[in-house]
């Protein structure tokens, strides 16, 4: 068996050399294969070269990059020199770059194009051990000049290979590969920092093996299977999703989470799997409503029918089935009786709207579409449900950085809704309350876990290691949960993120939160309150549903800032609020929105959004403190 991910590469590649491992796209946009044995080759060959410029076993070095087929060449042929890799996307900021090469003590770094080069630069002088750069482009004469003044030793991805490919060492990589083990450290991932300082997280190959052990078979993912991929692959997700293909023998498709580019990729490539984060389901969503606005009276009559109807015969199928979340004890033949004459009765109707509406919807995932996995975040509980209205499916999972990251996924076979599945194989979970006592089944507490998959510690941070995790190994996730009686897990927020008003009452924002996003004129939103005597939020307006409103109720704007700060869209933001957060859809009374304010411009990645599109509340509180001051 596989000790390291490059053994486990290698393994697979000679079982089946001339399957595809990679689709990107050539100068013109079209989509080019290569194979296993290729692939091998290439890692082989650039191995070698990176053995000429110094990489010796234990070094770390930074990959600063997005997603492209040479990343995973130098990924590979890292890992297989002992070596651990510390990646960052392009859109990482001079500070952030400049943090964790220092930090890791980066000798060498690997980066996509000259843009990068230009940060490393700008700080030169804070990344003392840095002596040598990899440009996966090739740089101007201007950049190779500045670099060599700056004490760097300049390559280009394309003279690194060729300089591995003249060395002609046969066996080489194989031979370096053979050394490794479980327990060495792989990458250092430095997490996104939704709450402030980027952590170095220390995985091992080990970590990563674990799921890629069992978690092809539970998903059960077949050679020649296509996945798309448009996640940053310096994120955890992206990076096991990667050796999840690599291991059952799939092909990585390489596109962008662009919503045209995204949608023609997946004509051109038919993909069997679609790997992303909730933004982008939901995004999806987004798009599928957008288009019935724009449609005639009679089709949008006809979409919002079926699409009831498809909640309904889902939600007597999923009891039917035992799909359903038991946080209480249930009779099964109780729940069967109830719900089978409903599911058999509403089955025509729901299939009459697959064939009229849902089919034209599935389309444009690809006539090969399995299934979708969400994951870095939890999919809201509208969007959940759409998908399983039409009959699509998402395999919701759950996991952090710190275990490198898959903990749960909803089963292919059997997907209970609201859950992340159940935490699987060789994986110990428990739910505990604020002083650290056991809860049992059906009761909210804190999640903690242990098993194969979670971390080594934070790099040279012992002090925030011991803060997470236990001597004996549990991981404090810091998320709250249920667990079902039957095993699998609900995530219901994150402990740190509950507000506590003055009264005493514990809020969780996240499902006020989803539940207001639910309303076709909210795209973002963010509850406050904490150690106040009432809730208020921040609302972001979908921009075109409310300039359509706008447009139809003949509300004079001149632009779409004059527009969001009128007495009718603020009484049209209260209405929705009301209705959506009321006791007759399962609030409280203190969990009621008071006070609100508008906000003309959406959240970004890098300021209110982490690289995840979770958000950084600390960023929001820090950014609008005006507007959070004068609503309380």
Known sequence: MAETIPQMFIEVAEVQPQVDAQLSKDENGIF?????????????IFSVGLATLGLERGGKVGLISDNRKEWLVADLAILGLGGADVPRGCDATIQEITYILA??????AILENEKQLRKILETRSEMPLLKSLILFDEPGEAAAVEAAEAGLELHNYAGVYAAGKKAEKPGFFRSEAAKGTRG???TLIYTSGTTGEPKGVMLSHGNFLHQTDYLPALMELRAKDIFLSVLPIWHSFERIVQYLILKGGGTIAYSKPIGSILLADMAAVQPHWFPSVPRIWESVKDGVYKSMRQASPLVRGLFGFFVGVGKSYAYFRNHLLGLIPDFKRRSRPLE????????????????LGDILVFKKVKAKLGRNFIAGVSGGGALPVAVDRFFDAIGVLILEGYGLTETAPVLGIRLRRHPVQGTVGPIHRGTEIRIVDDQGGILPAGRKGIIQVRGPQVMLGYYKRPDLTSRIMTQDGWLDTGDLGILTFHGELRITGRAKDTIVLRGGENVEPAPIEQRLCESPYILQAVVLGQDEKYLAALIVPRQDSLTVWAEENEVPFND???LVQQPEVRELIDGEISGLIAPKAGFKAFERIFKFDILPEAFQQGRELSAKQELKRHAVNELYKKQIQAMF
Do not use: H, T, V
Request: one cysteine or more; glycine letters at 2%; proline letters at 7%.
């Open 32 to 44: 080019r294969p290569r194979s296993y044995a290729e692939l091998l080759r290439d890692i082989e």
């Open 103 to 108: 930090f890791s003590e980066c000798g060498l």
């Open 184 to 186: 060495d450290l792989a």
């Open 336 to 351: 069967i009786a109830m719900s089978i004459i409903p599911f058999i009765l509403l089955f025509p109707l729901w299939k």
């Open 560 to 562: 779409y800032e004059a």
